[in-house]
């Protein structure tokens, strides 16, 4: 993507303040709506089963993260995936740990049917969601991005959705075009839920580009690397790390997220 490009595409995002309907898990509410304030998007937490459904058809795109589940809570899910998938809206799907256990696989399953726009993952939730072997322990991915870039081809390709793959260097596809993201802080990962985040970003940048939705991925992963590498510089550690990287997202401009992505 140009520069020009990710500029628009963030100005866009702030211009809009899209209202991104988000059910997310326990560990990832707090970061997750203060990360969508920073960036310049509303969230909201709904996830009810008696409101999610309906609450999607205000919302300009639903993010699903699947991190804590309960039953409630994955009727509330599936109602508001089906919600957007039903209005022409874009859903952005989380698996965390979806190979965990039989409750989870099962729910993933369900919720790929209902056709995400965008699946945010690290790499071994991609190789197990594309039927590949996984070095992954809960929440955490054992695998480097590269190995499961074949993977997220091929999930693309099937589910017609862009697959994003986080880590050290990200990876995205929609199928028929691939790139790299490259930035972020090593601290990045000691601060809990920032990966939970970064797919609620996603979504909100989908809520203004929804014919876009591969640059949208894009904008939503450089703008995370630009604001940890600019929070990383100056971190004593975690704690201020978390603090200085919320003031990065709302300090960054589209200048700075040029050069950070790669087209293969």
Avoid: Y
Avoid at 32 to 45: D, H, Y
Avoid at 107 to 130: F, H, K, Q, Y
Avoid at 132 to 146: F, I, L, R
């Amino acid at each position: 993507m140009a520069m020009t490009s990710l500029s628009d595409m963030l100005a866009r995002l702030r211009a809009e303040a899209p209202l991104v309907q988000i059910i997310t898990n326990h560990v990832a509410m707090n970061i997750t709506a203060n990360v969508l304030l920073a960036a310049g998007a509303s969230p909201a937490m709904v996830h009810a089963e008696e409101e999610a459904g309906e609450f999607a058809g205000l919302a300009r795109a639903v993010v699903v993260n699947i991190g804590t589940l309960s039953s409630p809570w994955v009727v509330g899910m599936k109602r508001a995936a089906a919600a957007a998938s039903a209005g022409g809206k874009p859903w952005v799907l989380d698996p965390v740990a979806h190979f965990a256990t039989a409750f989870r696989r099962r729910t993933v399953g369900e919720l790929m049917a209902l056709r995400p726009s965008v699946v945010r993952a690290n790499a071994s939730e991609i190789l197990a969601l594309a039927g590949s072997a996984s070095a992954g322990q809960g929440v955490d991915s054992g695998d480097p991005v590269e190995r499961a870039e074949a993977a997220a081809h091929r999930l693309a390709l099937a589910h017609h959705a862009v697959i994003a793959v986080t880590g050290a260097i990200d990876f995205v596809t929609d199928g028929k075009r691939s790139a790299r993201v490259e930035g972020g802080s090593p601290l990045m990962p000691k601060v809990t839920a920032l990966g939970c985040a970064l797919s609620a970003l996603c979504g909100a940048f989908a809520a203004v580009a929804p014919d876009e939705l591969f640059d949208a991925t894009l904008a939503a992963l450089a703008m995370f690397a630009a604001a940890g590498d600019a929070a990383g510089r100056g971190a004593a550690g975690p704690g201020s790390f978390a603090v200085a990287f919320l003031d990065a997202l709302s300090a960054l401009d589209g200048g700075a997220l040029a050069g950070r992505i790669t087209t293969l």
